[in-house]
């Protein structure tokens, strides 16, 4: 049932209590905690950033230069690599896959944690030095490169790792669920017979960290709908299942899968599902004075409320038409580069990376937050365009995010030049946790690869995080602290 005018005036008004920051372009601003905030008070970078000082109120101070050339952190803290493509070894004896992306930590039998990586490999096997191996049983089209891999990292230190599914495509996001599985997404549409594919791609598919059994012949979930998919998340409490598309020419789409009445979620229930189960939609915003909203770039402001109404998707696996382009103008609200999302808080925090000319408005990155409850979408954080990406400070092309255990979010940075991890508290404080000091370029034109796959273990004692190219996991450990909420 749709929202009334009246009744999305209403909360957003009780709501308006929250106050947000907002800094100069390339700065982040975010109000995780708050549902809506009326306006937005304007602070400088030095005050913005303070916690890249000694003796800051929030963060850990500034990062440090790493002799080894891979990880600058701050005083206090390590890393050490888990994985490496090319050099480390799965237990079958071939190396481990490049293209590291979305991860998730989960609790392993004997005190292990065991971690499911996403390698963002598209097309044949062949333009890959590196692909996910196809191991037997575990292969859905042998012709594609992507796929996971399940990492265990051992109470001692010592590091297993197997594959987890085989023979996908651009495995790039994805999302754990709350009965312990993992939710791997390609970023890719190819039908069979395109880029020498043998079957359709653009689907969802389930991976189990513990049962490897229960990875054997790799069924894709296609009620999710086949379009490139970047992230998923499961709302514990309603069922529904949260997705993104980072696509372009229209804009992509957020979804909501709602489960066929009287459906169980729970370990192997996906695969007892028809490949039309439940409902597809995608979502029409409107801001508090009832009036549609076709692009979310078009917030301005943090604080930014609007309601959401669903609308039902014609043809989920797209056979002649693609998803996001079913619909009309003034049908659905669109945005660019859906990327990220993490359950948090009662809802889904979602990522739009950056817009740009094909987007009304422009921005280098936004973090959106679903209330399910209420059925609203709030700007939590809203990065300016970034005058020169090549500095080191400002922050832009949020990715993969996580929720911390410590307060606020951590987020990976996917942007241009310098490339980060970096905190945002609870009230718009923002603060680096790492930099990727790997130059994969040239010394006279350096390039850093982006940040994936940021999580915390599940006593949130360690962030795990990767290098994309040319493949690395890396695990930081040290004295994490509470963030303050101001």
């Avoid at 998923?232 to 979804?255: C, Q, W």
Wanted: include cysteine.
């Amino acid at each position: 049932m749709p929202l009334t005018r009246r009744e999305f005036t209403g909360r957003s008004a009780i709501a308006g209590a929250g106050v947000a920051l907002t800094g100069s372009v390339g700065t982040l601003a975010t109000a995780p905690g708050a549902l809506a905030a009326t306006d937005t008070e304007t602070v400088g970078d030095d005050e913005l950033h303070d916690a890249g000082r000694p003796g800051g109120s929030v963060g850990y101070g500034p990062l440090l230069p790493d002799p080894a050339g891979i990880l600058a952190l701050p005083a206090g803290f390590s890393y050490r690599v888990i994985t490496h493509s090319g050099r480390t070894k799965l237990e079958s004896g071939e190396f481990t896959p490049s293209n590291h992306d979305g991860t998730a930590a989960f609790d392993g039998p004997r005190g292990t944690t065991l971690l499911v990586n996403n390698h963002e490999l598209k097309g044949p096997r062949a333009g890959w030095a590196y692909p996910v191996p196809l191991a037997e049983g575990l292969v859905y089209d042998p012709a594609a490169s992507g796929g996971c891999t399940v990492v265990e990292v051992r109470p001692g230190g010592a590091v297993a790792e197997w594959v987890g599914i085989a023979g996908t495509s651009t495995n790039c996001a994805g999302g754990s669920t709350p009965w312990g599985t993992w939710l791997t997404c390609e970023e890719n549409s190819d039908r069979a017979g395109e880029n020498g594919m043998t079957k359709d791609h653009g689907y969802v598919f389930e991976v189990d960290p513990i049962d490897r059994r229960a990875n054997r012949d790799p069924k894709p979930l296609k009620f999710f709908g086949r379009y490139d998919h970047e992230a998923v998340v499961i709302d514990p409490k309603r069922g529904h299942a949260y997705l993104t598309e980072d696509d372009s020419d229209p804009n992509g789409l957020f979804f909501r899968w709602k489960p066929p009445h009287g459906f169980t979620h729970g370990r192997g229930k996906f695969r007892t599902l028809a490949d039309d189960a439940g409902v597809l939609q995608a979502p029409r915003c409107y801001d508090s004075g009832g009036r549609y909203v076709d692009d979310l770039s078009r917030a301005t402001r943090i604080g930014t409320v609007y309601g959401v109404d669903w609308i039902d998707v014609p043809d989920r696996d797209a056979r002649t038409v693609p998803v996001r382009e079913q619909f009309g103008a003034g049908e659905v609200t669109r945005a660019r580069k859906l990327e990220g999302m993490w359950w948090g808080d009662g809802g889904a925090y979602v990522v739009s990376s950056y817009a740009r000319e094909e987007s009304p408005g422009r921005h280098d990155g936004q973090v959106w937050f679903y209330d399910p409850k209420r059925r609203t979408l709030t700007l939590k954080v809203l990065l300016g365009v970034n005058p020169d990406p090549s500095k080191d400070g400002a922050f832009d092309g949020p990715d993969n995010i996580t929720v911390s255990p410590y307060g606020g979010l951590v987020i990976a940075e996917d942007g241009e030049g310098v490339s980060h991890l970096f905190g945002a508290t609870e009230s718009g404080r923002t603060y680096p946790i790492a930099r990727n000091d790997l130059n994969i370029g040239t010394e006279e034109e350096p390039e850093f690869s982006e940040f994936t796959g940021v999580t915390f273990s599940p006593d949130g004692k360690t962030l795990y995080a990767n290098i994309q190219e040319p493949g690395i996991m890396v695990a930081v450990e040290g004295p994490w602290k509470r963030q303050r909420r101001r």
